[in-house]
Nanobody, 124 residues
Framework: QVQLVESGGGLVQAGGSLRLSCAASGLPFSRPAMGWFRQAPGKERDIVAAISWSGGTTEYADSVKGRFTISRSNAKNMLYLQMNSLKPEDTAVYFC?????????????????WGQGTQVPVSS
């Protein structure tokens, strides 16, 4: 049974930081690529960051470059998103996702498994 469980969300003030975590288990891929997505109310679910199996390649949405950092620990089956300098426009539900690697996956349609999401409200 595949499980992706996000944690670390919560209310934060603009300018603050949060670290999201995603615990993965049961993935059928030997070298999964992973990513973080977010969905604001009334909007599409958009990619925030993606990372290759090795962690050597990462990609970010333009809106978060320089503020967010994606990382992973394959030994612990964990994915992370460090979010700094948060803005009210970062308010969304954040989702962890996994797909067949080893290369990073840029498109939502390439991801096969999703977590339930964690809310990140950013107050101004």
């Amino acid at each position: 049974q595949v499980q992706l469980v996000e944690s670390g969300g919560g209310l934060v003030q603009a300018g603050g930081s949060l670290r999201l975590s995603c615990a993965a288990s049961g993935l059928p891929f030997s070298r999964p690529a992973m990513g973080w997505f977010r969905q604001a109310p009334g909007k599409e679910r958009d990619i925030v960051a993606a990372i290759s199996w090795s962690g050597g390649t990462t990609e970010y949405a333009d809106s978060v470059k320089g503020r967010f950092t994606i990382s992973r620990s394959n030994a612990k089956n964990m994915l992370y998103l460090q979010m700094n300098s948060l803005k009210p426009e970062d308010t969304a539900v954040y989702f962890c996702a996994a797909g067949s690697g080893p290369y990073y996956l840029a498109s939502r349609g390439n991801y096969d498994y999703w977590g339930q999401g964690t809310q990140v409200p950013v107050s101004s």
